[in-house]
Structures are given as structure tokens and as C-alpha cells.
């Protein structure tokens, strides 16, 4: 079936760095755009990054913009998330899923998502 | 930023009641609104897309309405398993957008 599993949060020192990983199966990985989501504890969900089919074009969410990168290796069948100058906000599940569309695209829809990978930032 | 904003933020309703939820846009979206379900600890689940489309596997029991700014989530005859938080989300604009969760509970 169709799935998307998350791996690499813990727990990092503020400042420091972390890369999460996202596996996709069950679909042709390098057909479909992904994007990473994120629910901070006790607040709604906040949209991340994007990147397109072919790695080509990615866009971020300002909290993130010049931190984060967001990545994949479609032999691999997986994306990432390269998350430096880590700060306390950025403390959060994080979640993997997949767009409706190869390009990003108004009208998109997420589905499916991963479970999550938890981060905590804390000195 | 689009905001988005549902009402209501969270409610208490028994076992095969009906339920609505409304989410508004402070700009027009057309119909570029998605419903979510997430349960504690589970990965968040589509249920409607471009408003009024149900997910294939989504029980017929949800449904979706709206275009414009003002959009709503109906569940008839609650089940178990539907007490979780619900979101709308817009995909008209970069960045996309959340409400802030309607959280459904058992009275």
C-alpha cells in the first residue's frame, strides 16, 4: 500500500543541525511532488517546504526560508529535510507527504502522510 | 498570507449526531480547500479535496461545501472512531495554509 515513513528526529542542542528522511512506497516516488508539514506542541499544523518530482523547484515556509533544504534521491525512493540553525520553535512532529501533482500547483492536495518524526530543540 | 479560520474551535457531540465544522478565508480561495482528520499519534488523513470531493475510502457519512471564502465540513451520524481534530487547508497561494483545528469530542 501506499505509505510514507519518516526517520532521524531527536533530540539537538539550539543552533545545531538534523536531517529527516522520509521513505516513500507503494507508488512511483519520482512521479509525485512532497512536501514537508510540521505541528509544533499545542498549535495547529504549519506547512514547510515543497519540492517538485524531479528536484527541479522547491519553495519554503518564511520561519524555515535559508535553514532548512529540502531534498530527494529518487533511486532511493526518498525525501529529506536538512534542518540547520536549529531554534526552539522549530520544535515539532514533523511530517512527510505527498502532493497531488509533479509541479507545485494551487489545488494540491495531501495525501498520504507519515506518521511523523518527532524534534525537539533544548539545550 | 491567506488566514484561515474555523468555528468552532472545538465541541462536544454523542454518537450519530450531525456535526459542522465551517472554515473562512480572509480572501478568495475558489475551491482550493481540503479537509483533514488527525487523530492523537496518527498521521493526518485526507477526507475532501477542492472542497467538495470525497477521498476514495472516505466513509459517505463526511462531506464537504463552499467556494469562495466560507467553506464547510458536515459529518453525519458521528461514529466512534470520528472524534479527532479537523483541519481545512488552502492551496489557492504559497504559503499553504491551516485553520486552527476544530477538535471533536465525545459529550
Known amino acids: 500500500q501506499v505509505q510514507l515513513v519518516e526517520s532521524g528526529g531527536g533530540v539537538v542542542q539550539p543552533g545545531r543541525s538534523l536531517r529527516l528522511s522520509c521513505v516513500a512506497s507503494?507508488?512511483?516516488?519520482?512521479?509525485?511532488?512532497m512536501h514537508w508539514v510540521r505541528q509544533a506542541p499545542g498549535k495547529g499544523l504549519e506547512w514547510v517546504a515543497f519540492?517538485?518530482?524531479?528536484?527541479?523547484?522547491?519553495d519554503y515556509g518564511k520561519s524555515v526560508k535559508g535553514r532548512f533544504t529540502i531534498s530527494r534521491d529518487n533511486s532511493k525512493n526518498t525525501l529529506y529535510l536538512q534542518m540547520s540553525s536549529l531554534t526552539v520553535e522549530d520544535t515539532a512532529v514533523y511530517y512527510c507527504?505527498?502532493?497531488?501533482?509533479?509541479?507545485?500547483?494551487?489545488?494540491?492536495?495531501?495525501?498520504?502522510w507519515g506518521q511523523g518524526s518527532q524534534v525537539t530543540v533544548s539545550s | 498570507d491567506i488566514q484561515m479560520t474555523q468555528s468552532p474551535s472545538s465541541l462536544s457531540a454523542s454518537v450519530g449526531e450531525r456535526v459542522t465544522i465551517t472554515c473562512r478565508a480572509s480572501?478568495?480561495?475558489?475551491?482550493?480547500l481540503n479537509w483533514y482528520q488527525h487523530r492523537p499519534g496518527k498521521a493526518p488523513r485526507l477526507l475532501i479535496h477542492?472542497?467538495?470531493s470525497l477521498r476514495s475510502g472516505v466513509p459517505s457519512r463526511f462531506s464537504g461545501s463552499g467556494a469562495g471564502t466560507d467553506f464547510t465540513l458536515t459529518i453525519r451520524g458521528l461514529q466512534p472512531e470520528d472524534f479527532a481534530t479537523y483541519y481545512c487547508?488552502?492551496?489557492?497561494?504559497?504559503?499553504?495554509?491551516f485553520g486552527q483545528g476544530t477538535k471533536v469530542a465525545i459529550k
Open positions: 507527504a505527498r502532493s497531488s501533482y509533479r509541479q507545485l500547483m494551487p489545488g494540491d492536495w495531501f495525501d498520504p
Open positions: 507503494g507508488f512511483i516516488f519520482n512521479n509525485f511532488g
Open positions: 519540492i517538485s518530482s524531479d528536484g527541479s523547484n522547491k
Open positions: 480572501q478568495s480561495i475558489t475551491t482550493y
Open positions: 477542492v472542497a467538495g
Open positions: 487547508q488552502q492551496t489557492y497561494s504559497l504559503p499553504y495554509t
